[in-house]
C-alpha cells in the first residue's frame, strides 16, 4: 500500500503530535528526579525554604517501629529547625496517607505517591520503617529509617551530620 504525498504528511504530523503528547505527559506527572548527595545542598535548600515536609511511612512497620517513626518527626520538630517555616505533615499507613499542614484546618486524604508528588517541589524529610536503620541525604529531601531492632541506635535528629 503506497501513501500519497498528503498521507505521509498527515501520518508524520499525528507521529509528531503523539511524540509531543508523550513527552508532554512525561513531563507534567513525571516526579522530578532527586539524585543523592552528601547532604549540604538538602540542608541549604532546608534553610532556605517556606515551606518544608515530612512524611511518616509507617506502612509495614512494627509497634514498636510506627511508634518509634512518629516519635523521630516529633523529636526534630522540637529541636526548632522549622521555625518559621509552614510545615506539612503527612501520616501514611496501609489505609493511605493523611496530609496537616501548620496552615490549614483540615486534613486531605491521598495515597503514598500522591504525598511525595505533593512535596516533591520542597524539602522534606522521609521517616520510614525498613530492616535496618540509616538515613541517606539527597539533593531535595532526606531519608530515615527505623530498624527492627528500634534503640538508640536510630539517628533521627538531622543536625548529628550538619557540617
Not at 40 to 51: G, P, Q, T, V
Request: net charge neutral.
Amino acid at each position: 500500500m503506497k501513501l500519497s504525498e498528503n498521507g505521509r504528511i498527515v501520518w508524520f504530523a499525528l507521529l509528531a503530535l503523539l511524540a509531543i503528547g508523550g513527552a508532554a505527559f512525561l513531563f507534567v506527572f513525571s516526579e522530578p528526579s532527586d539524585l543523592p548527595s552528601d547532604g549540604r545542598e538538602f540542608y541549604y535548600s532546608l534553610r532556605a525554604a517556606d515551606k518544608v515536609g515530612i512524611i511518616y511511612d509507617a506502612r509495614g512497620g512494627t509497634e514498636a517501629q510506627i511508634t518509634a517513626t512518629y516519635q523521630c518527626g516529633v523529636d526534630i520538630i522540637s529541636k526548632g529547625r522549622f521555625a518559621g517555616k509552614t510545615l506539612e505533615n503527612i501520616a501514611c499507613d496501609q489505609q493511605g496517607c493523611i496530609s496537616a499542614s501548620t496552615t490549614g484546618n483540615g486534613t486531605s486524604r491521598m495515597t503514598y505517591e500522591q504525598a511525595r508528588k505533593k512535596l516533591a517541589s520542597v524539602p522534606y524529610i522521609l521517616i520510614k520503617t525498613g530492616e535496618d536503620s540509616s538515613y541517606q541525604f539527597f539533593m531535595r529531601h532526606m531519608e530515615i529509617v527505623i530498624g527492627k531492632t528500634v534503640g538508640n541506635s536510630t539517628k533521627c535528629d538531622i543536625a548529628a551530620t550538619e557540617s
